[in-house]
């Protein structure tokens, strides 16, 4: 099975500058994870948006490279069953001419 989260959009803190430090900015996450699906064995979407706003809410990453290290890590933890995990996170607003985002895919 692949379970697909697609432009998760929410305000958080996360970057360098010092402006992104004071003020939250919109992030979108898309998800995409594989596992092997069982009754005993499933993906609860709701819990992995949940688990994501937390994460980034309650870390304020300076760092997209960290954010999506630490979305990686909190879902490997809760859904060991995931087999392949692709992440992206986008800042649509950060530039005035572009969405800035930065992605990885990971085979378990």
Not at 34 to 44: G, R, T, V
């Amino acid at each position: 099975m692949n379970i697909h989260i697609e432009d998760l959009t929410f305000d958080v803190i996360i970057g360098l500058l010092d402006f992104e430090r004071d003020k939250p900015q919109r992030v979108i996450i898309n998800l995409e994870a594989s596992y092997d699906y069982s009754d005993e064995q499933f993906i609860d979407y709701a819990d992995i948006v949940l688990l994501i706003k937390d994460k980034l809410k309650t870390e304020r990453y300076t760092l997209l490279e960290n954010a999506l290290l630490g979305i990686k890590e909190i879902l490997q933890i809760t859904y060991p069953h995931i087999e392949t995990l692709s992440i992206k996170i986008s800042k649509p607003d950060i530039l005035s001419d572009c969405t800035v985002s930065l992605s990885k895919t990971w085979d378990y």
